[in-house]
């Protein structure tokens, strides 16, 4: 049974922010309609094993995660879910690390059926080292392409999200307004951290059949 759209995945390379955008996401949510965020199961795993997976446990990661994102949809008709990452990290990852293809199908059919809103986090953020997770600076463009190559090889369309602090939140939050408009007064909301500074934007990507230049995403609701 198709799951309903109630999921805001965040994808995006190491070091631009998903973990605390997704937390802030979902308190800034939570004051218009019940909302919970699910962290990203790598981190957790990591630091229980003091290592990185091997190419024969990215399975596992990539269902735990889908595992718990579904498991937080659960907890009532209305919940929405702000996912710090979903399978298709894995499975980018995986086509990364390990050259390895093999759980793109699958993320990428989760990701269209269950997933109302992707957004993508930019590297507009400098790179901070965090343990065992982080490969360095170098590893975030080629990254990013491959999300974004899977999203486009899906049809699925994202959310390129700038600014720093509550200016990305507030961009986030102008996307989730474009999805629910519902929900756009949580763009208005006074944020908890203070006002979103100017520097906020979020660049809509969508599928064209004629071109899947990245370059092509429309500035969404700038600010002046």
Same mark, same amino acid.
């Given at each position: 049974?198709?799951?309903?759209?109630?999921?805001?995945?965040?994808?995006?390379?190491?070091?631009?922010?998903?973990?605390?955008?997704?937390?802030?996401?979902?308190?800034?949510?939570?004051?218009?309609?019940?909302?919970?965020?699910?962290?990203?199961?790598?981190?957790?795993?990591?630091?229980?094993?003091?290592?990185?997976?091997?190419?024969?446990?990215?399975?596992?990661?990539?269902?735990?995660?889908?595992?718990?994102?579904?498991?937080?949809?659960?907890?009532?008709?209305?919940?929405?879910?702000?996912?710090?990452?979903?399978?298709?990290?894995?499975?980018?990852?995986?086509?990364?690390?390990?050259?390895? %293809?093999?759980?793109?199908?699958?993320?990428?059919?989760?990701?269209?059926?269950?997933?109302?809103?992707?957004?993508?986090?930019?590297?507009?953020?400098?790179?901070?080292?965090?343990?065992?997770?982080?490969?360095?600076?170098?590893?975030?463009?080629?990254?990013?392409?491959?999300?974004?190559?899977?999203?486009?090889?899906?049809?699925?369309?994202?959310?390129?999200?700038?600014?720093?602090?509550?200016?990305?939140?507030?961009?986030?939050?102008?996307?989730?307004?474009?999805?629910?408009?519902?929900?756009?007064?949580?763009?208005?909301?006074?944020?908890?951290?203070?006002?979103?500074?100017?520097?906020?934007?979020?660049?809509?990507?969508?599928?064209?059949?004629?071109?899947?230049?990245?370059?092509?995403? %429309?500035?969404?609701?700038?600010?002046?």
């Amino acid at each position: 049974m198709k799951q309903p759209a109630r999921v805001i995945a965040l994808l995006g390379a190491e070091s631009t922010g998903k973990t605390d955008l997704a937390r802030a996401l979902a308190q800034q949510l939570q004051r218009l309609q019940p909302c919970t965020w699910v962290p990203e199961y790598l981190r957790e795993w990591c630091d229980a094993q003091g290592r990185t997976p091997e190419p024969q446990e990215q399975q596992h990661i990539a269902a735990e995660q889908q595992r718990r994102i579904e498991a937080a949809l659960a907890r009532s008709p209305d919940m929405l879910v702000v996912a710090d990452t979903t399978p298709l990290m894995t499975a980018v990852y995986s086509q990364f690390v390990f050259d390895d %293809r093999s759980l793109h199908a699958g993320a990428l059919r989760w990701q269209r059926e269950v997933v109302g809103l992707t957004l993508l986090t930019a590297l507009d953020l400098p790179w901070l080292p965090d343990g065992l997770q982080r490969d360095g600076p170098q590893v975030r463009e080629p990254v990013d392409a491959l999300i974004r190559g899977a999203l486009a090889e899906a049809g699925i369309a994202y959310g390129v999200v700038h600014g720093e602090g509550a200016a990305r939140v507030a961009a986030a939050l102008r996307a989730v307004g474009r999805w629910r408009p519902e929900l756009a007064a949580a763009a208005a909301l006074p944020s908890p951290e203070g006002e979103a500074g100017s520097g906020s934007r979020v660049r809509w990507r969508s599928r064209c059949l004629d071109c899947l230049d990245p370059d092509c995403e %429309r500035l969404l609701h700038p600010l002046p």
